[in-house]
């Protein structure tokens, strides 16, 4: 799997757009970026994943660069309850012998 | 649905006790895979399993069984359990795909003292 880097902490204002960078530079052309987080210790939580085009579902957008090294996850307007840990990953097939680094965690200030 | 289901979410040992963690699913996901996480760190993959009858070992099997006799339960074994081991335990499983979620279970939170 594609290797993930991610800055360790970010904070956003209440009702701002919280935008978490995520390079994945050696991503091969089949592999998808996904996202998930973590609020405190619950089991991590699928947000969206994309392979090339932008993605928008209810909870978030995905901006994928073009040239797919790198992406942006988009809390158009964050809220206390998004506080957690945000993970960026680029799994191979059926997530096999995938790891989940120390993402970031984010901390929505009131 | 229930999704991914752990059991016990909590539970204490001592040392040199033997215990098993139990994961089910009811999604019929082929893949399955236990992790680890320890506090400040990431989740780091212990062992895993691509379908009934198959498993595998992860970054950090040492001291974890595992066996896959149905697609539903992956259940991890500790066979003589050690204060490192403290953590909590997080069980997951996917569809055998590139473009599926993975679904995690609440967790375990384990002590050995």
């Known amino acids: 799997d594609a290797k993930t880097t991610q800055p360790p902490s970010m904070d956003c204002a209440e009702g701002r757009a919280a935008n978490l960078p995520c390079n994945h530079s050696t991503i091969s052309g089949n592999e998808y970026v996904y996202w998930y987080r973590q609020i405190h210790s619950q089991g991590p939580q699928y947000i969206i994943h994309g392979l090339k085009n932008n993605e928008t579902n209810e909870m978030a957008s995905l901006i994928i660069t073009e040239d797919r090294k790198s992406s942006t996850l988009i809390l158009p307007h964050a809220t206390l309850r998004d506080t957690a840990v945000y993970y960026c990953?680029?799994?191979?097939?059926?997530?096999?012998?995938?790891?989940f680094g120390i993402g970031t965690k984010l901390q929505v200030i009131p | 649905n229930a999704g991914v289901t752990q059991t016990p979410k909590f539970q204490v040992l001592k040392t040199g006790q033997s215990m098993t963690l139990q994961c089910a699913q009811d999604?019929?996901?082929?893949?399955m895979s236990w992790y680890r996480q320890d506090p400040g760190m990431g989740l780091r993959l212990i062992h895993y399993?691509?379908?009934?009858?198959?498993?595998d070992q992860g970054e950090v099997p040492n001291g974890y069984n595992v066996s896959r006799s149905t697609t539903e339960d992956f259940p991890l074994r500790l066979l003589s359990a050690a204060p490192s081991q403290t953590s909590v335990y997080f069980c997951?499983?996917?569809?055998?795909?590139?473009?599926?979620?993975?679904?995690f279970g609440q967790g375990t939170r384990l002590t050995v003292v």
């Open positions: 997951a499983s996917s569809y055998w795909d590139t473009n599926t979620e993975a679904f």
């Open positions: 999604m019929n996901h082929e893949y």
């Open positions: 399993s691509v379908g009934a009858g198959i498993t």
């Open positions: 990953i680029s799994p191979p097939r059926g997530y096999q012998k995938v790891t």
